[in-house]
């Protein structure tokens, strides 16, 4: 059986696994280009002629996490305070992306 990995933007590997009483099993390591929706085929050839072309394949979607954290920014007015002195500070909040966003702080 071969499974497939990939993007939109391209394949990103390509396996040979050999299922064992009907089943297999596949890690993938990391890879930078795993964001959004990933597709995973598996196909396997047959010899059975009430097959269509003699391959029998499924496919799923997975969606892979992309950065969910928010990036939280402080601006102090200075770099050094005296005990007692006032201090004032600029907070900014900004999704993964970099985009302003709304928050309480």
Do not use: C, W
């Amino acid at each position: 059986m071969i499974v497939d990995v990939s993007t939109p933007a391209g394949l990103i590997t390509s396996r040979v696994v050999r299922p064992i009483n009907g089943q297999a099993g596949l890690s993938v390591e990391y890879d930078s280009r795993l964001s959004g929706e990933v597709e995973i085929t598996a196909f396997a050839l047959t010899e059975s002629p009430h097959q269509d072309d003699y391959a029998l394949s499924g496919t799923t979607h997975v969606i892979y996490p992309a950065l969910q954290d928010l990036r939280v920014g402080v601006k102090m007015a200075h770099t050094t305070y005296r005990p007692g002195e006032t201090a004032s500070a600029e907070f900014s909040v900004k999704s993964p992306e970099g985009k302003p966003v709304e928050s309480d702080l």
